[in-house]
């Protein structure tokens, strides 16, 4: 096959072995990854006819974009090159690798090259003699180079070329990246392997005996040690007595398969997976996905993830309760079914299948009604489903995303099927769901949410984020109802996370969703000296989706963002509510009892003390709720109780928190003020060092990415939060004093509404008392929001080092909408410790339900109390926040602070990609109060 053969054809490629299971067995494995030769061309027409042995080198696994060759690029729906399938452009980079292999003596083996990952397509020659191809960017391709192969040193070339036909199936919203950027292996099998194996491990839940069969292709031999079994392949054995596999419990035994001249060993796990009554059922029981979408990323190798990075992200997973993942969009790294195995994960594994791009022409010419695409898309749903079929973890296998509905649909159905009937099947972008043993939507509002839940009747999707007047869905009531993305994570945010849960636990038909996703896709590169993390737009992309890209739970580095923290309390397995004299304890588990779990109570005293103490509270069965008494100290402000695990576990050491509850008793009164004279003066306040000047009106904040809603009005159109603060000039307010009462009147640029003030600043008890009242004024438009009401000032000579101590909300920043996971005490950090640094700036931080604020200043320390209030303090203006396009483009220290102290503050929603702020959560006009008292400690 020549290159342009290779590009243009819309096939699956040639000469690869048919699919089969991944396993470990005792034959010779030579893993290939390390420094390649490598000869890269900016045209893929233009490579010689045979490939080079090139004077470069590059890092096999891994991306050639990311060493040197070229710049990756992002988009997110629009294919990066003109739609005319199946053609791509004439500048269309490719790069030939070569590696020598050294064999030893065969005797008689097998040699075959695995390749887990080339993008896009590829052609593999093995001393000089063409083996194959592959056109599956993320399924594994085995070749036979036993007739090339000799002992001693081998020449191995691969060429590979960024866009094919293929490249239409390949839309998926990530970093379009080429080369060979998974292992590489040479299998040296015996003339008689093992060849394909294929498990099936079903449980009967009424008796629990567990019924085995293993089918290989040659005679076999089949010992689980554990369990007593010794059999032979192919026959189907009952097993009393099993321990089911599920998240809670992955109960793994191992399984040893030995042929005559090969012998492997596969963990399995026993489980049956049913649909009835409108539930998916494993081991008898309901399931609710507490679930997140992951795609494979690492800030400098791309999708060439390591099996320590895979680890990485499954524990901090297991650490924050979620118990489910969705492989998007493509099959993963196998080595992650294997860990989702062995810690407990539900997974849905997903095809690598994604034609998002043909949405924007109305669906024309999409592959997945196109017979001519069949084979192709037919091949990567076998390839993934025999890979992975033996892993108890899968619990569906997905066709693919947002590709729209055809007949090719049909066909994967058939195929997956064919190879495993144990598993239902799961596509949500052909809203007949005919081919979709699950109803499954993105982005529904709550309301649809809860109308499903009761099987009332929603609207057809036009797009997968919005609910549009298209149809109604109907004949759906069998299916089980789940959000294969929801609440999307980009920037700060997302809000309403508690409510989804609510309706999630509420309505059995609604089992979970899969959060929007787990990694902010941040490519590091260097700016100055500055580690920057880059998104669409800057690597020269003349066609882009900016920081769409930069829509996860964790940052580039792996390090939770404060949304992390929100879902795992969100997510938590107990819900513990702490009353004045007793403790409930609701334990979600869906099979375990809470025997693992020791619980503390915290109390925090008004002198600041702590005081931890062990409790017993009963061991609570699967979904059942107890109570404990509790003995409430007189001098408490506020009591924690904690769950934690009492022994160390396979993904967390003893005395991890699982969840926690509390109780405020009563606010803390503030430090007792130093006697210090006060001055008011037009331009601010002032007491020996400490000044603040102000304060102004906060009606704006820098637009979060919720607050822009970028995607959403492209879809729906309308105008966003932001587009609608910009709109106003809420971020222009100017103020026209009344000389004979002191008032103040509060306007926008260009705008008749805005705020009436009256505000009072008088010396009390050594310190200083603010009383304002903000009164909205004019005829604000119907259903307006304002970002906040509340007061600015700014604090000179003040930087990121200066201390802050509070009670309220905290560590980590808290909004209307979230925080979830912030809960309240006494925190202390620097301000450079309460920033948010996203990916792009953007307003973050806040600090709800503070009534205690102590700053230092100049050796003292200023304190603000009162009424509770919502506060954040950072270097930067609005303005300079917004103006950022990265957080290196800030200041890190500008010489003054600005402290914003709110009345009240607008959710931030999930409009980025998904519904906005829930009503209950929304800011309109209304009147604020601010009761706050100033002094200087003592």
């Known amino acids: 096959m020549d290159t342009r053969a290779l590009i243009d054809g819309l096939g699956p490629g040639e000469g690869a072995l048919q699919p089969r299971a991944r396993y470990r067995s005792d034959a010779a494995e030579i893993d290939l990854g390390g420094r390649w030769r490598f000869a890269p061309y900016e045209?893929?027409?233009?490579?010689?006819?045979?490939?080079?042995?090139?004077?470069?080198?590059?890092?096999?696994?891994?991306?050639?974009?990311?060493?040197?060759?070229?710049?990756?690029?992002?988009?997110?729906?629009?294919?990066?090159?003109?739609?005319?399938?199946?053609?791509?452009?004439?500048?269309?980079p490719a790069g030939d690798y070569q590696r020598d292999v050294e064999l030893p003596d065969l005797d008689g083996r097998r040699v075959i090259l695995r390749f887990d990952g080339v993008d896009n397509a590829a052609q593999i020659w093995f001393n000089g003699r063409e083996v194959g191809t592959t056109k599956g960017s993320r399924n594994t391709h085995e070749f036979d180079v036993t007739q090339h192969a000799r002992p001693g040193v081998n020449d191995l070339r691969v060429r590979v070329v960024q866009f094919s036909a293929t490249s239409y199936l390949e839309d998926q919203d990530m970093w379009w990246?080429?080369?060979?950027?998974?292992?590489?292996?040479?299998?040296?099998?015996?003339?008689?392997?093992?060849?394909?194996?294929?498990?099936?491990?079903?449980?009967?839940?009424?008796?629990?005996?567990?019924?085995?069969?293993?089918?290989?292709?040659?005679?076999?031999?089949?010992?689980?040690?554990?369990?007593?079994?010794?059999?032979?392949?192919?026959?189907?054995?009952?097993?009393?007595?099993?321990?089911?596999?599920?998240?809670?419990?992955?109960?793994?035994?191992?399984?040893?398969?030995?042929?005559?001249?090969?012998?492997?060993?596969?963990?399995?796990?026993?489980?049956?997976i049913e649909i009835r009554d409108a539930q998916i059922l494993v081991n008898g029981i309901p399931v609710l996905f507490r679930g997140v979408n992951r795609h494979d990323h690492h800030p400098d190798r791309g999708r060439a993830v390591t099996v320590d990075d895979i680890r990485e992200d499954?524990?901090?997973?297991?650490?924050?309760?979620?118990?489910?993942?969705?492989?998007?969009?493509?099959?993963?790294?196998?080595?992650?079914?294997?860990?989702?195995?062995?810690?407990?994960?539900?997974?849905?594994?997903?095809?690598?299948?994604?034609?998002?791009?043909?949405?924007?022409?109305?669906?024309?010419?999409?592959?997945?009604?196109?017979?001519?695409?069949?084979?192709?898309?037919?091949?990567?749903?076998?390839?993934?489903?025999?890979?992975?079929?033996?892993?108890?973890?899968?619990?569906?296998?997905?066709?693919?995303?947002?590709?729209?509905?055809?007949?090719?649909?049909?066909?994967?159905?058939?195929?997956?099927?064919?190879?495993?009937?144990?598993?239902?099947?799961?596509?949500?972008?052909?809203?007949?769901?005919?081919?979709?043993?699950?109803?499954?939507l993105m982005y529904p509002t709550h309301e649809a949410v809860e109308k499903i839940g009761r099987f009332e009747t929603v609207t057809l999707p036009r797009h997968a984020v919005i609910l549009a007047d298209e149809g109604e869905l109907s004949g759906l009531d069998a299916k089980p109802f789940i959000l294969c993305e929801y609440a999307h994570a980009m920037g700060t945010g997302p809000g309403g996370l508690e409510e989804y849960q609510e309706l999630f636990r509420h309505y059995p038909r609604v089992q979970g969703g899969f959060v929007w996703e787990w990694f902010e896709h941040g490519i590091a590169y260097d700016a100055g000296g500055a580690r920057v993390h880059g998104y669409g737009g800057d690597f020269g992309e003349t066609v882009h989706d900016g920081n769409f890209v930069a829509d996860g739970l964790v940052s580039p580095e792996r390090v939770g963002r404060p949304a992390l923290t929100d879902l795992a309390q969100v997510f938590r397995p107990v819900d513990?509510?702490?009353?004045?004299?007793?403790?409930?304890?609701?334990?979600?588990?869906?099979?375990?009892?809470?025997?693992?779990?020791?619980?503390?109570?915290?109390?925090?005293?008004?002198?600041?003390?702590?005081?931890?103490?062990?409790?017993?509270?009963?061991?609570?069965?699967?979904?059942?709720?107890?109570?404990?008494?509790?003995?409430?100290?007189?001098?408490?402000?506020?009591?924690?109780?904690?769950?934690?695990?009492?022994?160390?576990?396979a993904w967390a050491p003893a005395g991890h928190e699982l969840a926690w509850g509390q109780r405020l008793v009563r606010l803390p009164d503030p430090p007792a003020g130093a006697d210090a004279v006060w001055a008011v003066d037009p331009?601010?306040?002032?007491?020996?060092?400490?000044?603040?000047?102000?304060?102004?009106?906060?009606?704006?904040?820098?637009?979060?990415?919720?607050?822009?809603?970028?995607?959403?009005?492209?879809?729906?159109?309308?105008?966003?939060?932001?587009?609608?603060?910009?709109?106003?000039?809420?971020?222009?307010?100017?103020?026209?004093?009344?000389?004979?009462?002191?008032?103040?009147?509060?306007?926008?640029?260009?705008?008749?509404?805005?705020?009436?003030?009256?505000?009072?600043?008088?010396?009390?008890?050594?310190?200083?008392?603010?009383?304002a009242r903000l009164t909205p004024r004019g005829p604000w438009p119907e259903g307006q929001t304002l970002a906040r009401i509340g007061h600015d000032w700014v604090i000179p000579g003040a930087g990121p080092r200066t201390r802050v101590r509070w009670f309220g909300r905290g560590f980590r920043q808290s909004y209307p909408d979230t925080g979830a996971g912030a809960r309240l005490g006494w925190f202390e950090g620097s301000v450079a410790e309460l920033q948010e640094h996203y990916l792009r700036p953007q307003d973050n931080g806040v600090r709800a339900e503070v009534s205690v604020l102590e700053i230092e200043l100049g050796g003292r320390r200023l304190v603000i109390s009162g009424e509770p209030f919502s506060f954040s303090l950072r270097p930067w203006t609005d303005a300079e926040l917004d103006a950022a396009n990265h957080p290196h483009e800030l200041a890190a220290d500008t010489g003054r602070l600005i402290l914003?102290?709110?009345?009240?503050?607008?959710?931030?929603?999930?409009?980025?990609?998904?519904p906005g702020v829930l009503e209950q959560h929304r800011l309109h006009p209304r009147e604020a109060h601010l009761a706050l008292r100033f002094a200087i400690s003592r």
């Open 576 to 649: 513990i509510r702490v009353g004045e004299n007793r403790i409930e304890v609701e334990n979600r588990f869906e099979r375990s009892s809470t025997e693992g779990i020791a619980y503390t109570v915290t109390t925090l005293l008004a002198d600041g003390g702590e005081v931890d103490e062990p409790i017993e509270i009963p061991v609570a069965r699967a979904r059942e709720t107890v109570t404990a008494p509790l003995l409430t100290r007189p001098d408490a402000l506020l009591v924690t109780v904690s769950a934690r695990l009492a022994a160390a576990s």
């Open 314 to 440: 499954l524990l901090l997973m297991k650490r924050s309760n979620v118990n489910a993942i969705r492989t998007s969009h493509y099959p993963p790294r196998p080595e992650l079914l294997e860990l989702a195995d062995e810690l407990g994960f539900w997974v849905i594994d997903e095809a690598d299948f994604e034609s998002h791009g043909f949405s924007e022409l109305g669906e024309r010419r999409n592959p997945v009604d196109d017979p001519a695409w069949r084979d192709a898309l037919v091949d990567r749903m076998r390839r993934m489903v025999a890979r992975d079929r033996n892993h108890p973890s899968v619990i569906m296998w997905s066709l693919g995303n947002e590709s729209g509905a055809g007949r090719n649909l049909a066909d994967m159905r058939a195929a997956a099927l064919e190879l495993d009937d144990s598993r239902p099947i799961h596509y949500e972008r052909d809203y007949s769901f005919r081919y979709s043993d699950v109803f499954s």
């Open 177 to 272: 990246m080429s080369g060979i950027f998974r292992p590489v292996t040479v299998l040296l099998l015996p003339e008689e392997s093992l060849g394909d194996l294929r498990v099936r491990a079903d449980v009967d839940p009424a008796t629990g005996e567990g019924i085995l069969r293993v089918d290989a292709d040659a005679d076999a031999s089949v010992r689980i040690a554990a369990l007593g079994v010794d059999a032979r392949a192919g026959e189907e054995i009952r097993i009393p007595g099993v321990r089911a596999w599920s998240p809670e419990d992955p109960a793994l035994y191992e399984l040893v398969v030995a042929g005559a001249h090969e012998s492997a060993r596969l963990r399995i796990g026993f489980r049956r």
């Open 900 to 914: 914003s102290i709110n009345a009240h503050v607008h959710g931030v929603g999930t409009a980025a990609c998904g």
């Open 43 to 92: 045209r893929a027409l233009d490579a010689p006819e045979e490939p080079a042995r090139g004077d470069a080198e590059i890092q096999v696994p891994g991306h050639w974009q990311l060493q040197g060759h070229g710049a990756p690029a992002y988009t997110n729906v629009v294919f990066p090159f003109p739609v005319d399938p199946p053609h791509v452009p004439d500048a269309n």
């Open 683 to 771: 331009r601010g306040i002032s007491a020996g060092v400490v000044r603040l000047e102000g304060p102004t009106l906060g009606a704006w904040r820098a637009p979060t990415d919720n607050d822009r809603a970028t995607r959403m009005v492209e879809l729906r159109g309308g105008v966003s939060d932001a587009g609608s603060w910009k709109k106003l000039n809420l971020h222009a307010p100017a103020v026209w004093t009344d000389p004979d009462t002191g008032e103040r009147r509060w306007g926008f640029a260009g705008r008749d509404v805005g705020f009436d003030e009256r505000l009072a600043l008088e010396p009390v008890d050594g310190g200083l008392a603010l009383d």
